[in-house]
């Protein structure tokens, strides 16, 4: 059963980079698209991009010029990277396996507070 | 974007009635290629991820109770669930994935009438 878990800072501050990274486990991440996906409290779901395992990337353009994912395969990691933050960026993000298809694997969720 | 539009916002359904969501998609979601619509259904209950039912807009995930049901091509689609039970009561979402960026839904909340 394939497992995702996501880890980082759980509080960032505004203009500030937040930073995720998502472990996989009990399955292969090779010949997966790998995904970033987060809720604000109270709201739906907003996709913001995904890698495959040979690193092409993808992103929501409306985030395109802030968000990095990258992709580690030896570790079975991948990353988030979102640059210059704001109380807007509040959410639970989670990391999910999918991306141009259906997902049918997602990770617990990581709560991100951007305040100072 | 291709924006989703779910019926009703939320929903009250006795215990063992049929439930009922609907979702429009802006465009077509029906890729000519390979006639497959391009729309997945997820379920979100509190505190969890959401979880997915329902791709290719009629396919169920594999576990997913039988009661689930999704049906519909090109712009409109609908989720069923045959007999309403009480862990259904959850937030379902639809989603898009025939472009980018994929789009969900602004979700259905389902309550137990």
């Known amino acids: 059963q394939v497992q995702l878990q996501e880890s980082g800072p759980g509080l960032v501050k505004p203009s500030e980079t937040l930073s995720l990274t998502c472990t996989v486990s009990g399955g292969s991440i090779s010949s997966h698209y790998w995904s970033w996906i987060r809720q604000p409290p109270g709201k739906g779901l907003e996709w913001i991009g995904c890698?495959?395992?040979?690193?092409?990337?993808t992103y929501n353009p409306s985030l395109k010029s802030r968000v990095t994912i990258s992709i580690d395969t030896s570790n079975k990691q991948f990353s988030l990277k979102l640059n210059s933050v704001t109380a807007a960026d509040t959410a639970v993000y989670y990391c999910a396996r999918g991306g141009m298809q259906a997902i049918d694997y997602w990770g617990q969720g990581t709560l991100v507070t951007v305040s100072s | 974007d291709i924006v989703m539009t779910q019926s009703p916002d939320s929903l009250a359904v006795s215990l063992g009635e049929r439930a009922t969501i609907n979702c429009k998609s802006s465009q077509s979601v029906l890729h000519s290629s390979n006639n497959k619509n391009y729309l997945a259904w997820y379920q979100q209950k509190p505190g969890q991820p959401p979880n997915l039912l329902i791709y290719?807009?009629?396919t169920r995930e594999s576990g997913v109770p039988d009661r689930f049901s999704g049906s519909g091509s090109g712009t409109e689609f609908t989720l069923t669930i045959s007999s309403l039970q009480a862990e259904d009561v959850a937030i379902y979402y639809c989603?898009?994935?025939?472009?980018?960026?994929?789009?969900f839904g602004q979700g259905t909340r389902l309550e137990i009438k």
């Open positions: 290719w807009a009629s």
């Open positions: 890698i495959y395992s040979s690193g092409s990337t």
């Open positions: 989603q898009q994935y025939y472009t980018t960026p994929p789009t």
